[in-house]
């Protein structure tokens, strides 16, 4: 995902992990926080992601799963909404960014 502006999230990604898929993306936006060494890798320019194209190859598609299964699942994204509203319904000040 050679993103060339602030993703804010990248469900792309996620399918792609989903699936099992090693993912390549560039260092913007959420992407950093999604792909780990462990399911992808980034780079800043298209060359750089060329470059990187061969890594991916050592990697496991059952741990890019295991990323979205542990993370990104309506039921896990459901129990982080619930946590978040929680919080605030307590009158807990919330950080800026989480």
Sequence with gaps: MPARWD?????TL???LASGTP???TRRGALPEIVTPAVGALGDTLDEL???RP???AIDPARCRDLV???FTHRTMAEGYLALY???IGGETLPRYL
């Design 55 to 57: 890594q991916i190859n």
């Design 86 to 88: 929680r919080r605030v």
């Design 14 to 16: 996620i399918e792609a």
């Design 50 to 52: 060329v470059a990187l």
């Design 23 to 25: 993912v390549l993306g």
């Design 7 to 11: 993703e804010p999230f990248g469900l």
């Design 69 to 71: 299964e542990r993370h």
